[in-house]
Structures are given as structure tokens and as C-alpha cells.
């Protein structure tokens, strides 16, 4: 029996270790991969204060200090959850455990383009993580898709890789941030494409060619041969584990600045909350909040 068990080991559930670690709470982060979530599928971080290293290695000191302090660590998947029981039943690859308080830092996963036959191109040719594949693309033709802070900071991390990197953009105005689309305009290797969005893929074993077509004249350019397609359009919530138990909004667990979502000792965390800006700084401090919170409720309840 835990205090509180926390599912996900971003940067959210690794400051809610940390903080539930230092209250004494007896606390147990179950996370299906390495630590660190989204975070370590980017290249580089450049605006968590303080820090400016690899994405892994501010993971893996983060996690150190969380187990310093007390916190446990499993891996393994969560399979069922019973958030209504008291206490709260987590059921997951790895047998099941009980909480009295469960902190839910499930993240996000990249959205896909839903376009036909895009499946069977994952990992062979089409990606979601230039950190992990952009090498195997050296000196190939590149295209990333979307406008966010995702594309234009993985596009400048490519750029490294390849003097043919192609942004295609579905709008007219980015929404990066301004110095990301700064650095973008002024990188020789990147070309911004606006107004377009990718229509159709092909390929036999990998992908072998797309077409993007500009939505505002109509004209379809055509790609074939040896390239790379990575996908940054958004994000969409982990919350499957939780439908049925807790509000949600659009995808998202429903829950304010406080964590506190529609169940008493259940809080939600990071990129899977309704907020309005996710960053790492702002899932480190809605971790911190969740612990602080079930520490709370879980004192007055002694
Ligand atoms: P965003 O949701 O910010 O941006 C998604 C982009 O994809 C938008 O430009 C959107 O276009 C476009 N898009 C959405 N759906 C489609 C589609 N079906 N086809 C084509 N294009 C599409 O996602 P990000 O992954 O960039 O960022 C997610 C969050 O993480 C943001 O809050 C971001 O600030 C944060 N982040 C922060 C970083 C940092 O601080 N260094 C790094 C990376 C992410 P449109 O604009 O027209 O809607």
C-alpha cells in the first residue's frame, strides 16, 4: 500500500516524486519507458532555468534526486485503473497496487496526420522524434510538418543533419516562438512552406514518396525517393486509462492550478491537465502542486 502512486515519469511525475519523496509520503512512480517523458524525445532544452543539457540527463537527475528522497520507480505498463476504490487500485503489467492518493502525469502523444497508409510508415521514413531518428536521414532531404514550437525547434535541431530541411505549414502565421521562427528564417539549411499540408504518402517497405498540396492556389508538389517526414502537429492526452472515471475536456483531464481533478486524492499533472501553456517548467510545477495537495488532503485525513 502506497501513499500515492504517481503514473508517468515526465518531468510532471518526476517533480511530483520528488516533492511527495520529501513529505515522508511513501511514493511509487510507474512509468512504461525511460524517465522523462516527451522531454527526452527532443534534442535540445533551452528554456528550462538552469539547466542546459541533454534532455536525458536532466531526466535521469531529476529521477536520482526523486529517489533520494524516498520515491519509488517501477516500469511497467498500467493496464486498469480503479480511481473510485479506496483505496485507489492500480493494476499494471507488473502486478497491482494499491494508493490512498494517485497523481496522473500521463503526458501526450504525438498526433498523426490520419492520413491512409501512414501507419505502416512509422519509424520507416515518417517520425515523431527527430533526437531519435533524424540521423538515420544525414544528408537527405528532410520535411517536417506543423507550425508549433515542436517543428520549428526540431526543424533547426535537423538543419544540423541536412541543408534540405523543408517546413510545411498548413497556416500563414506560425505559432512558434518568435525567436524559434527568428533562427528558422535565418538557418540556410530550412525552407518555410506555408499554406500547405501533406495529401498522401506511399512506399513499399518504407516511405518513398508524399504530396503536399497548397491549399490556397491548389498546387500539388510532388516528393519521391530517399527522404525523411517528421510529424509535429500537436499533441493528444494519454487519458484512456481514465474515461468514464474523471471529467474530462477535450481529451483532457478537467482539473485548475490546483490539480484537483473530479475525484477526491486524484490529481492530474502536467500536459494531460487542461491548461493553457505546457512547457517542462510548467509540468515541473504542476507535479510539485499535485504532491503538495495529496500530501495535504492525505494529512487531514490521518
Ligand atoms: P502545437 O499544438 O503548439 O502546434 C501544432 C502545429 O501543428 C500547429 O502549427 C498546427 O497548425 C499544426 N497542425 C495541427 N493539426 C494539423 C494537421 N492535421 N495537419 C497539419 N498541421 C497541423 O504543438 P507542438 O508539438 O509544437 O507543441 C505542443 C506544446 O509543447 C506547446 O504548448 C508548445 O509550446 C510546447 N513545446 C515547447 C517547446 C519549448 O518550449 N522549447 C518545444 C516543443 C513544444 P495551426 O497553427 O494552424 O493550428
Redesign the pocket.
Known sequence: MYDIVIIGGGPAGLSAALYAGRAKKKTLVIEKDLAGG?MVT?SK???LPGAADQPSEVAERMRAQAESFGSEFLMAQVTHLDLQADPKVIQTSQGAFEARAVILATGAN??H??LPGEEQFIGRGLGFCASCDGAFFFGRPIYV?????????ESLFLANLSDQVTIL???D?????KD?QDRVAQNPHIRLVLNT??VEVWGDQALSGMVYENKKTGEKTKVEGDFGLFV????APNTSLVQGQLDLEKGYILAGEDTKTSLPLVYAAG?VRTKG????VTAISDGAVAAIQATRELDRRA
Not at 510538418?145 to 525547434?153: E, K, N, T
Not at 502565421?173 to 516562438?177: G, K
Open positions: 516527451q527532443t532544452i533551452e528554456n504525438p498526433r496526420l490520419g510538418v506543423g507550425g508549433g514550437d515542436s517543428a520549428f525547434g505549414y498548413r497556416g502565421r506560425p505559432r512558434a516562438a524559434l499540408e501533406v509535429y502537429i500537436g499533441m500536459d501553456i505546457r512547457q517542462v
